[in-house]
């Protein structure tokens, strides 16, 4: 195996671990519970995920209180 190949293939692997520790660091840094909004960062990889789905609260659409007549 030639030389310049192996070491193009360890820098790239070195490059991968690098992102790896560095988003590991991210994750520990935030652990605990913060306020206001979440770093750009943050987002982007929420955005590579699924998003959960959606719960509603209260009352379905439709069926509000109607007044009766009488």
Not at 10 to 22: C, D, H, M, N, P
Not at 23 to 32: D, I, P, W
Not at 58 to 69: D, F, L, Q
């Amino acid at each position: 195996m030639d030389l310049t190949k192996i070491l193009e293939e360890l820098r790239i692997e070195l490059q991968q671990v690098e992102e790896a520790i560095t988003s590991l660091e991210r994750m520990a840094a935030g652990s605990g519970k913060r306020r206001g909004r979440p770093p750009a960062w943050l987002l982007a990889a929420r955005e590579t995920q699924q998003p959960p789905p959606v719960k509603r609260r209260g009352r379905p659409p439709g069926s509000r209180n109607k007044t009766r007549s009488g």
